[in-house]
């Protein structure tokens, strides 16, 4: 049994109990007093007939007929003379003192009647009659009806109250219990799943017949039910794609809450600054960040409630690297202080992109500014005067047209550069050999090589067949061999290997050269990077060769990588893949 239905039962009971008594009581007493009064209308009835017995019987009554008449009536029968002494009894005594019964006998003087005696003790009853016999005597006649068929009376009537009311009790409780258990057990269900709703079972479901009482309760449970389980997956779609904004955005997010207290950090903050997120949740951002510069920026924030927008430096591990760091105040609905977000966006690549594009235009400036002058200076002394010397004008304009060839060198490497990083720029692919490719390379370069007494080698074993542009792959073995022969001292070695596998095939130009160093592979695909700035610019170079050869080599889905150390030479290695899915 539910403790709902319980405590249905003991209060309806103890309501239904305190009822019943109550009721019965007030039965009683009515039962009693409608059987006083109609005992008492009997015993004056009876009384007046015995007095007329004894009025009309010439003789003194014999104790015979008054015990005869006792057991008839169940009464004891008493008749006194006017003196108040007994005459004639029944069996039993009279339990009365003289004061009182000469009391009652002046009573009964006054009254022709049957009355009743108002004794003290209610447990005995007495009528009483005066009776004047046919002789003219006086007599008073006593009847004492309080025997123990009264009290049996009382008795029986109490037994069948209680009977009564204790069946009547039973029939209800078991009435009770009936429907409080078909009332209770749709109230059990709803508190069930409301249990169970606070627990955060948004699934839960209550189900009642449709002619319950409680229909309306359980749909209404049901709803509510529903209306939370939908809320609930829209806040945890909504919280879900938040998390997932949040932790996979490309900018560093620090959430710290209106005490200083560090609440939330994201993936690429513990990446980019090497961080553990169990060191720096729940810690004051002066504790849980390291750097001034951030510190300084939340201290700002909290002292002015503004939003602030700054640019910063800051050394992680071995390289330094810029951010622009966006921080705003948290304001809630009711204005109030939540707390602190500070966004930080990486922009080390914008200000290399930058720096890069600033070198750009110097290094192109540059580059430009020395042939343009010496053409001008030649061209002025030539119109000075000195073209009246043959052998001096010669020699001015071979130097002028030499200085024109290094701009127009200059110059095409950037268009090409420039068509080459289009996003328009397309390859004429066809299936070439690497082979054929880099032998008539070695054609082309075979007597600069034998200038410098260099020996220059193929270890080409097979055809080495890709789809590519074969003229843009010219182009990249050109300045890759080009570049290995000038930077080759004389009487050095340029050797070309080369191996293959079902999908791609690996190309090694080598040089015994006079190698780059550790700190400046990683730069020498830039534009205008020169190791050996001034052995390039008089070799004719333009600085330019192998930004060309990596964008030509990704133009082809390959990659390009450099294995070099000072003085041992430099190996470039080419990657290409046979067969690109477009």
């Not at 004047?132 to 069948?160: A, C, F, H, P, Q």
């Not at 030509?552 to 990657?575: D, N, P, R, W, Y």
Request: charge should be neutral.
């Amino acid at each position: 049994m539910s403790k709902l239905n319980q405590k249905l039962l003991y209060g309806l009971s103890s309501i239904i109990i305190v009822i019943l008594m109550i009721l019965g009581v007030i039965l009683g007493q009515t039962f009693k007093s409608f059987y006083l009064t109609s005992y008492d209308q009997r015993i004056e009835k009876e009384t007046n007939l015995i007095a007329s017995f004894i009025e009309s019987t010439p003789n003194e009554i014999t104790v015979k007929t008054m015990n005869s008449i006792s057991e008839d009536l169940n009464i004891e029968v008493f008749i006194y003379d006017d003196q108040s002494h007994l005459v004639a009894k029944s069996n039993n005594e009279l339990k009365l003192s003289n004061s009182t019964l000469t009391s009652f006998f002046k009573n009964l003087d006054k009254n022709n009647e049957a009355i009743k005696l108002k004794h003290e003790d209610d447990s005995e009853k007495f009528y009483g009659k005066k009776v004047v016999n046919k002789d003219g005597d006086t007599r008073y006649l006593l009847i004492d009806y309080s025997i123990k068929s009264i009290n049996e009376v009382y008795r029986s009537i109490w037994i069948l109250l209680i009977s009564l009311l204790g069946f009547v009790l039973m029939t209800i409780i078991v009435l009770v219990i009936r429907y409080s258990h078909q009332f209770s057990k749709p109230i059990d269900d709803i508190t069930q799943v409301a249990i169970e709703l606070s627990k955060g079972n948004y699934k839960a479901r209550t189900f009642t017949e449709s002619n319950e009482t409680t229909t309306m309760l359980s749909q209404s449970m049901n709803i509510l039910a529903k209306n939370l389980q939908e809320m609930t997956t829209q806040q945890e779609m909504q919280q879900d794609r938040l998390n997932t904004l949040i932790h996979n955005i490309g900018s560093s997010v620090v959430l710290i809450n209106s005490r200083g207290h560090v609440n939330l950090i994201n993936k690429t903050y513990k990446e980019i600054f090497k961080v553990d997120s169990r060191s720096i949740i729940g810690e004051l951002y002066y504790d849980a960040f390291k750097h001034k510069e951030i510190v300084e920026i939340v201290e700002e924030i909290f002292l002015k409630e503004v939003k602030v927008r700054k640019q910063i430096i800051l050394p992680l591990s071995i390289e330094r690297k810029h951010f622009e760091v966006y921080g705003a105040p948290i304001i809630g609905i009711n204005h109030e202080w939540k707390g602190i977000v500070l966004v930080f966006h990486d922009i080390s690549e914008l200000k290399k992109l930058e720096q890069v594009r600033k070198d750009f235009f110097a290094n192109v400036s540059h580059e430009l500014k020395t042939p343009i002058t010496s053409i001008k200076g030649f061209t002025e002394t030539l119109l000075d005067g000195a073209m009246e010397n043959e052998e001096l004008c010669k020699n001015f304009l071979s130097i002028i047209l030499t200085e024109s060839d290094r701009m127009q060198s200059l110059i095409q490497d950037l268009l090409d550069l420039s068509k080459i990083e289009q996003q328009n720029f397309k390859l004429d692919r066809n299936d070439v050999s690497v082979k054929l490719i880099i032998e008539e390379v070695q054609q082309m370069l075979i007597q600069k090589a034998e200038e410098k007494d260099i020996d220059f080698a193929l270890y080409l074993k097979t055809p080495l067949v890709v789809n590519a542009d074969a003229l843009r792959l010219k182009q990249v073995f050109i300045n890759l061999i080009d570049n290995a022969i000038h930077y080759t001292p004389n009487g050095g070695k340029v050797f070309i290997t080369a191996s293959e596998t079902n999908e791609q095939i690996v190309v090694r130009v080598n040089d015994t050269g006079v190698g780059i160093g550790k700190e400046e592979i990683s730069r020498i695909f830039e534009r205008f990077y020169r190791v050996d700035k001034a052995r390039s610019r008089n070799s004719g170079g333009t600085g330019l060769g192998l930004a060309i050869v990596k964008h030509l080599v990704e133009a082809h889905k390959g990659k390009i990588e450099v294995e070099s150390k000072l003085g041992h030479g430099t190996s470039f290695i080419v990657t290409l893949k046979k067969h690109i899915i477009l």
